[in-house]
């Protein structure tokens, strides 16, 4: 079975700084897909970004960019000029490519952004 | 109304009431979960529908009984609930094949008194 690590409970960042967070997961499949997932108190999660396991680019979006890789299972998740709008809960997850469609989520670490 | 409505958004409940969670999509998926989550936990798949049918149980209690009776809707009817049961409890939907990830309503928070 799949596993995904986030070894740091907490973070936290200085407003216009950049953090990043670590993520690690397990598995013995060559075609999979990574997401980050931040849950601000509203409790809704949204997806931030999202990596195809092929694909040896890492993606990016806006302020948020992975390093993705492959070969170390290791998917961290950075966040540069952060705002006080990041300050959330983030998960790292991990779906198969195959017919199975389910996420296996982190833990998650909480991310404090300090004016 | 857009994405995914999730109802009531708090819950507080005796152990010996019957209750029930709803969650309604409006994005056209084919595919919806129902997760648990707790304090200090990843969180944890309970229930996978995939085209209305259910695909995943992952050992829950009886006292949780999943329910979708089309691809918007989807149920979580709770009897008999413990105090460990409380937690917050989100629904998500996707379009299976697609690997786009989830779409995630804002919860219910679940209290069992």
């Known amino acids: 079975a799949q596993t995904v690590t986030q070894s740091q409970p907490e973070m936290s960042v200085q407003e216009a700084e950049t953090v990043t967070l670590s993520c690690t997961y397990d598995?013995?499949?060559?075609?999979?897909?990574l997401f980050w997932y931040k849950q601000p108190p509203s409790r809704q999660m949204i997806l931030v970004i999202r990596?195809?396991?092929?694909?040896?680019q890492n993606a990016t979006e806006n302020r948020f960019s992975v390093n993705f890789q492959k070969a170390a299972k290791s998917f961290s998740l950075k966040i540069s000029d952060s705002q006080l709008g990041d300050a959330a809960m983030y998960f790292c997850?991990?779906?198969?490519?195959?017919?199975?469609?389910?996420?296996?989520f982190g833990k998650g670490t909480l991310l404090t952004v300090n004016p | 109304e857009t994405g995914v409505t999730q109802t009531p958004r708090h819950l507080v409940m005796g152990m010996t009431n019957k209750k029930s969670l709803k969650c309604e999509q409006h994005?056209?998926?084919?595919?919806m979960y129902w997760y648990k989550q707790s304090a200090k936990k990843p969180l944890e798949l309970m229930f996978v529908?995939?085209?209305?049918?259910?695909?995943e149980n992952n050992s829950v209690p009886s006292r949780f009984s999943p329910e979708c009776p089309n691809s918007s809707h989807l149920f979580l009817h709770l009897h008999t609930l413990q105090p460990e049961d409380s937690a917050l409890y989100l629904c998500?939907?996707?379009?299976?094949?697609?690997?786009?990830?989830?779409?995630f309503g804002s919860g219910t928070r679940l209290t069992v008194v």
């Open positions: 998500a939907s996707s379009q299976v094949n697609t690997r786009q990830g989830y779409t």
């Open positions: 598995t013995s499949e060559s075609d999979y897909y």
């Open positions: 990596q195809e396991a092929y694909k040896q």
């Open positions: 997850a991990y779906s198969s490519g195959g017919s199975n469609y389910k996420l296996t």
């Open positions: 994005l056209g998926h084919n595919a």
């Open positions: 529908y995939s085209l209305e049918e259910r695909v």
